[in-house]
């Protein structure tokens, strides 16, 4: 019998010590991602659309405040907001490139 659990043990030892080097070969094959370039958070890939949450940055970021709504409509989003000077304004922003296509006097 103690052959038996010498024997056991030592299947186990190899046994583990292959599925370590194992995963260990298959964490080195698998490459990192790369970082992102410094202009991918001003554009988005051509075929995509922004997401909502991305406009409200973007649009953070330029000075708009008071973001009330975003809507999508026709490959673009029209957000009611207030701009540097507090006026409120209707911004229609890309959907694609988060560009602001044209500002207006909002309600």
Do not use: C
Not at 15 to 41: D, M, N, Y
């Amino acid at each position: 019998m103690q052959t038996v659990k010498f024997t056991s043990r030592r299947t186990l030892i190899a046994l583990f010590a292959a599925s370590a080097v194992g995963l260990g070969i298959a964490q080195a094959q698998t490459a990192a991602p790369a970082a992102a370039p410094p202009h991918a958070t001003t554009m988005a890939p051509v075929g995509t659309q922004l997401t909502i949450r991305d406009i409200y940055d973007r649009l953070e970021a330029a000075g708009y405040r008071e973001i009330r709504e975003i809507e999508w409509d026709n490959g673009r989003y029209e957000v009611k907001a207030r701009n540097a000077q507090g006026e409120r304004v209707r911004v229609y922003v890309s959907g694609r490139s988060g560009e602001v296509e044209r500002t207006r006097a909002g309600k």
